[in-house]
Structures are given as structure tokens and as C-alpha cells.
């Protein structure tokens, strides 16, 4: 069993930042590919950016892309994204997910493992 820990999530300003974090524990391993995914009220979840196993491959929607960006610590299984100039349209919960595979996947259904959630609210 794998547990995953969303935080940094909060209020905010237009145009300011905040740092995600998420930590992971129990059966955890470096192996996994992870991923931020999103869900505004009303709306689907979305996916917000991927990281492989190693670090080295990230992908972005291109609604983020040039304003966050996810990184990985695997020496302390961690996972961060760093959210910058942040819009409105960014106001939603937050979820770290594991896909148990090594590459990362913009669909929802092809991960395994979810935090809890943390919300964002950016206002204007």
C-alpha cells in the first residue's frame, strides 16, 4: 500500500506563487511515474503535469506550461510543483497521483495511487 500527502495548497493572490509538495510513504518506490492532476467544481479532472521515474522526462497542459513545474526528490520520496503567475482558472483541488509505471500519463484512469487533495484558490 502506497500513501501520498498533498500540502502548500491556500489562498492567493493573481499573479503570486505557491509551492505543492507531496510526500510519499508505506510501499513507496522511486520506480513509479508521478503526476498533479486538477478538479475545478463542476468540472472533470484534468491533468496538470507528469514526471518519470528518473526525473529527466516532465510533460505540462498546455495551460500550465512556462508557469509550473513538477520535480522530484526520490532520496525522500517526494514530488513538488511549483506554481508561478498563477490565473483564476487555476482554482481547483490539487491531487498527487502514482501510475506505477516508470513514464508518466496524461490520463486520470492509468494511475493507481492518490493523495487526499489540496485545495488552491487563486483570487483575482
Known amino acids: 500500500q502506497v500513501q501520498l500527502v498533498e500540502s502548500g495548497g491556500g489562498l492567493v493572490q493573481a499573479g503570486g506563487s505557491l509551492r505543492l509538495s507531496c510526500a510519499a510513504s508505506g510501499r513507496a518506490s522511486s520506480n513509479y511515474a508521478m503526476g498533479w492532476f486538477r478538479q475545478a467544481p463542476g468540472k472533470e479532472r484534468e491533468f496538470v503535469a507528469g514526471?518519470?521515474?528518473?526525473?529527466?522526462?516532465?510533460d505540462y497542459a498546455d495551460s500550465v506550461k512556462d508557469r509550473f513545474t513538477i520535480s522530484r526528490d526520490n532520496a525522500k520520496k517526494t514530488v513538488s510543483l511549483q506554481m508561478s503567475r498563477l490565473k483564476p482558472e487555476d482554482t481547483a483541488v490539487y491531487y498527487c497521483?502514482?501510475?506505477?509505471?516508470?513514464?508518466?500519463?496524461?490520463?486520470?484512469?492509468?494511475?493507481?495511487?492518490w493523495g487526499q487533495g489540496t485545495q488552491v484558490t487563486v483570487s483575482s
Open positions: 514526471i518519470s521515474w528518473s526525473g529527466r522526462n516532465t
Open positions: 497521483a502514482g501510475r506505477g509505471k516508470t513514464y508518466p500519463s496524461t490520463w486520470d484512469y492509468e494511475y493507481v495511487f
